[in-house]
Structures are given as structure tokens and as C-alpha cells.
């Protein structure tokens, strides 16, 4: 027989805590840890109706936000603290993204020691009046050297000033390649001052505006515990839901979007219930990975005592000849086929106790490759159904859109035709 040296060598099988359905529990995450407070579950209720169903015990509440909405958030919490503590808005943002937009600790921590707030946030300030830019006279750009007269320069509250083009090189690097934006710093070498809206406003063009201003509010989302992204396709929408993680394994929190993408607000996946996220995601690892490859040659396979290469046996004796290193061996007992004497196709050689392991080994390996496999041709099965389920959906859909249009029956009439 042949070698195989296009296969792999030495799999060994998975952990099997996948298939017996026990999921580990995730730590509890502690939101704003890094300001020692938690963030506490928004009040997301709805209107009650009575002519709805009976809520049932895996149903939560959640809401569906737009851009503008969340826009509207953010300006609302913004324009609170600028009335409240009477700073601009911009540094009423930049406190805002510092504090992971928790209003009540920001304000709290102002009033017990504003200086070390604002340095801390980086809104350290040398000098008053808004930012703007100027020509001065005899300026040298400590960055490009330039010092051609009427050179545009800019400086923030710190200070520190630099030529137009040199902050605008410097601000496209930092959003397009960085994707920064909510943490901009002052291109002085150890200056923390933050680079706030309307300065960055005067300095960069259009397109650069709005990818900054999307930055910010990406951020925004992010920072939240109980607000998360639609993970759509071209959906800009935002899913509002107050699910702790320590509940993820007990509750499979499914969420749907105003454009109809159904998914877990625990993992962002598709809709997995009743399975918890930490077991779908070691399922789908398991299933994605090269662990079962592995474990199929492991099982179905055997080295060459020489060279080590993988070999598969398709068929005929024992009498075994690798392809590579031409070595001689027998696949019962892996020892040099010149000592079998004349038991050259039984082997009756004893077998020492590593003998036995190995074969034990064997076997453990393919008992574990026969039981993923069970279950995987049948999640395969689902999977594939549930495409196919999806797509009699859509075609039947258009079918009575279009019988809808040539016959001028209401949509409803249309539903019960299809009935009868």
C-alpha cells in the first residue's frame, strides 16, 4: 500500500462538552470598570395590549432605534450637561464619551473635583476663546518646517500650533486608517488634549467629516452595555436590550429589526433558540475548524515507523510499503515485516502494553468521530431545510404580490385563496 502525504498526521479529537450540551457559564461582565461604576438595564417597556398573546417565558423586550435616533440621544444627554455644569457642548461630548455616556456619574464627578475630570478626559486648556485659524507672522510649522508667509496654522486650547496641512494629514490618518475618532489627541508629543467636533470641522473636507461624525457615533453604540448594532447587511439600525450577559444561559435573547433580520443580541448570530450562545459557539467552532479532519485521520489512519507519513489503508493485507521512504512494515503491529518469519499475512506477534494504547487510542478516536457525526448530519439536514424553507417563503411571496396586482384582491383575500 501507498502513503497518503497529502494528509494530515497526529489529529487528535476534540472535547466532546459540545455534544453533551453542557455550556460553560461567562463571567459577568462589569461595564465601566474602568471608572468603577455599572451601568444600570434601561427601562424598556411597551404599551399593553390586550388583544396580544400571552407573553411567553423566552420572549424579552427590546426596541429598535434609527440613526436619527440615535442622534437624538446623544445631543439630548449632551445639551443636559452643558445646562447642568455650563461648559461647552463639545467638552460637554468629549466628558460624556469619557464616562461611557453615564450621565449621573459624570455630573457626580465634576462636582467633587472638576480640575482632575477634565485633565483626565483630556481637556486640558492653556488659553480661552474658540479655536480658529489664523495667519501669523514669522510661524514655523514645528512638523513640516514650512514658514512660507500666509501660512494657515491651527492651535487647540493647549496651545500647541501646527500648519493647516500637517493637522490635515495628520486627522485622515487618525479616521480613515486608525478609525479613531471619539479619542483624537493633540499631534504634540505628550499632549492629551482631545480634538473636538468643530475644531475638526474647520480642518478637514466633507467626506472626512462624515466618516468622523459616523465614528462617533459607532462609539457611542459601543459604549453602551444594552445597545448593539444590527449586524445586517446595510442596516444602520440599533437594537436597544436590557439582557445582562450573566443571563445568556438561561435566556436565548432573539431580537428582530425593522429590516426583518432576526438575530441573538447575546452573540450577534442568527437565531439560535433554545440552544445558549456559549454552546452554539462551540458547535459552530467545532464544526468550522480542522478539528474533525484531524480526528477522521486519527482515526482512519496510521504513521510510517520511518518516516512518519500518514498512510490509509484501502484494502489488502498487512504487508505494508511506504510510498516515500520505501520502508516495509505490518499494519497489525507496525514492526519490520522481515521478522514475521512465515506469518506473513496473520500476525500472531505479541503485542507489548504501547500496542495496546495505541489501539485504545484508535478506537477512542473513532467512537468520538462516529458521534459528531451523528449530530452534525442532522444539524447539516436542519440547516439545509431551513434554506430551503427560506427561499418557498420568498417565491411564494412574489407569487401573491403578483396575483395581488393581476386580480385586485385585497392582500388578506389573497392569503386565504392560497389556503383553500
Same mark, same amino acid.
Given at each position: 500500500?501507498?502513503?497518503?502525504?497529502?494528509?494530515?498526521?497526529?489529529?487528535?479529537?476534540?472535547?466532546?462538552?459540545?455534544?453533551?450540551?453542557?455550556?460553560?457559564?461567562?463571567?459577568?461582565?462589569?461595564?465601566?470598570?474602568?471608572?468603577?461604576?455599572?451601568? %444600570?438595564?434601561? /427601562?424598556?417597556?411597551?404599551?399593553?395590549?390586550?388583544?396580544?398573546?400571552?407573553?411567553? &417565558?423566552?420572549?424579552?423586550?427590546?426596541?429598535?432605534?434609527?440613526?436619527? /435616533?440615535?442622534?437624538?440621544?446623544?445631543?439630548?444627554?449632551?445639551?443636559?450637561?452643558?445646562?447642568?455644569?455650563?461648559?461647552?457642548?463639545?467638552?460637554?461630548?468629549?466628558?460624556?464619551?469619557?464616562?461611557?455616556?453615564?450621565?449621573?456619574?459624570?455630573?457626580?464627578?465634576?462636582?467633587?473635583?472638576?480640575?482632575?475630570?477634565?485633565?483626565?478626559?483630556?481637556?486640558?486648556?492653556?488659553?480661552?476663546?474658540?479655536?480658529?485659524?489664523?495667519?501669523?507672522?514669522?510661524?514655523?510649522?514645528?512638523?513640516?518646517?514650512?514658514?512660507?508667509?500666509?501660512?494657515?496654522?491651527?492651535?487647540?486650547? =493647549?496651545?500647541?500650533?501646527?500648519?493647516?496641512?500637517?493637522?490635515?494629514?495628520?486627522?485622515?490618518?487618525?479616521?480613515?486608517?486608525?478609525?479613531?475618532?471619539?479619542?483624537?489627541? =493633540?499631534?504634540?508629543?505628550?499632549?492629551?488634549?482631545?480634538?473636538?467636533?468643530?475644531?475638526?470641522?474647520?480642518?478637514?473636507?466633507?467626506?472626512?467629516?462624515?466618516? !468622523?461624525?459616523?465614528?462617533? &457615533?459607532?462609539? !457611542?453604540?459601543?459604549?453602551?452595555?444594552?445597545?448593539?448594532?444590527?449586524?445586517?447587511?446595510?442596516?444602520?439600525?440599533?437594537?436597544?436590550?436590557?439582557?445582562?450577559?450573566?443571563?445568556?444561559?438561561?435566556?436565548?435573547?432573539?431580537?428582530?429589526?425593522?429590516?426583518?433580520?432576526?438575530? =441573538?443580541?447575546?452573540?450577534?448570530?442568527? /437565531?439560535?433558540?433554545?440552544?445558549?450562545?456559549?454552546?452554539?459557539?462551540?458547535?459552530?467552532?467545532?464544526?468550522?475548524?480542522? %478539528?474533525?479532519?484531524?480526528?477522521?485521520?486519527?482515526?482512519?489512519?496510521?504513521?510510517?515507523?520511518?518516516?512518519?507519513?500518514?498512510?490509509?489503508?484501502?484494502?489488502?493485507?498487512?504487508?505494508?510499503?511506504?510510498?516515500?521512504?520505501?520502508?516495509?512494515?505490518?499494519?497489525?503491529?507496525?514492526?519490520?515485516? %522481515?521478522?514475521?518469519?512465515?506469518?506473513?499475512?496473520?500476525?500472531?506477534?505479541?503485542?507489548?502494553?504501547?500496542?495496546?494504547?495505541?489501539?485504545?487510542?484508535?478506537?477512542?478516536?473513532?467512537? %468520538?468521530?462516529?458521534?459528531?457525526?451523528?449530530?452534525?448530519?442532522? !444539524?447539516?439536514?436542519?440547516?439545509?431545510?431551513?434554506?430551503?424553507?427560506?427561499?418557498?417563503?420568498?417565491?411564494?411571496?412574489?407569487?401573491?404580490?403578483?396575483?395581488?396586482?393581476?386580480?385586485?384582491?385585497?392582500?388578506?383575500?389573497?392569503?386565504?385563496?392560497?389556503?383553500?
Amino acid at each position: 500500500m501507498d502513503s497518503e502525504d497529502d494528509f494530515m498526521s497526529g489529529g487528535s479529537s476534540d472535547e466532546d462538552d459540545v455534544l453533551m450540551g453542557e455550556s460553560d457559564n461567562e463571567e459577568e461582565s462589569e461595564d465601566g470598570k474602568d471608572f468603577g461604576f455599572e451601568e %444600570s438595564a434601561p /427601562d424598556i417597556s411597551f404599551k399593553d395590549d390586550s388583544s396580544q398573546k400571552k407573553k411567553k &417565558t423566552f420572549d424579552i423586550n427590546y426596541k429598535v432605534h434609527r440613526p436619527e /435616533d440615535i442622534q437624538a440621544q446623544q445631543d439630548e444627554l449632551v445639551n443636559e450637561v452643558n445646562m447642568i455644569l455650563d461648559i461647552r457642548k463639545e467638552d460637554a461630548a468629549i466628558l460624556l464619551r469619557h464616562f461611557r455616556w453615564n450621565k449621573e456619574r459624570l455630573i457626580e464627578d465634576y462636582m467633587d473635583r472638576p480640575k482632575e475630570v477634565l485633565d483626565d478626559a483630556g481637556l486640558v486648556s492653556s488659553k480661552s476663546g474658540p479655536p480658529k485659524l489664523e495667519v501669523i507672522p514669522g510661524f514655523v510649522c514645528d512638523i513640516c518646517c514650512e514658514d512660507e508667509a500666509g501660512l494657515q496654522s491651527f492651535a487647540m486650547k =493647549c496651545g500647541h500650533r501646527y500648519c493647516v496641512d500637517c493637522y490635515n494629514h495628520y486627522l485622515t490618518q487618525k479616521i480613515k486608517e486608525e478609525g479613531e475618532a471619539a479619542r483624537i489627541q =493633540c499631534p504634540h508629543d505628550g499632549c492629551r488634549r482631545i480634538m473636538d467636533s468643530n475644531s475638526l470641522d474647520l480642518l478637514v473636507a466633507a467626506d472626512l467629516k462624515s466618516r !468622523y461624525h459616523e465614528l462617533l &457615533t459607532r462609539t !457611542y453604540v459601543e459604549d453602551k452595555e444594552f445597545l448593539k448594532w444590527c449586524p445586517a447587511p446595510d442596516c444602520q439600525n440599533a437594537i436597544e436590550c436590557g439582557i445582562k450577559k450573566k443571563d445568556l444561559d438561561k435566556v436565548v435573547p432573539t431580537v428582530a429589526c425593522e429590516c426583518k433580520h432576526r438575530f =441573538c443580541f447575546g452573540c450577534i448570530l442568527a /437565531d439560535h433558540q433554545p440552544a445558549p450562545c456559549t454552546l452554539v459557539k462551540k458547535w459552530l467552532k467545532k464544526c468550522a475548524d480542522d %478539528s474533525e479532519t484531524a480526528n477522521w485521520i486519527s482515526a482512519n489512519t496510521k504513521e510510517c515507523p520511518k518516516c512518519n507519513s500518514t498512510i490509509e489503508k484501502n484494502g489488502g493485507c498487512n504487508h505494508m510499503t511506504c510510498r516515500k521512504c520505501k520502508h516495509e512494515f505490518c499494519w497489525m503491529c507496525m514492526g519490520l515485516w %522481515s521478522e514475521h518469519g512465515t506469518s506473513w499475512y496473520n500476525c500472531n506477534r505479541f503485542e507489548e502494553k504501547s500496542g495496546s494504547e495505541a489501539r485504545d487510542a484508535q478506537a477512542t478516536s473513532r467512537k %468520538s468521530l462516529e458521534r459528531y457525526l451523528h449530530y452534525y448530519n442532522r !444539524y447539516a439536514n436542519h440547516e439545509q431545510s431551513a434554506k430551503l424553507d427560506k427561499d418557498i417563503y420568498h417565491k411564494t411571496e412574489k407569487k401573491m404580490i403578483q396575483l395581488q396586482s393581476a386580480s385586485g384582491l385585497s392582500w388578506i383575500e389573497v392569503q386565504i385563496s392560497q389556503l383553500r
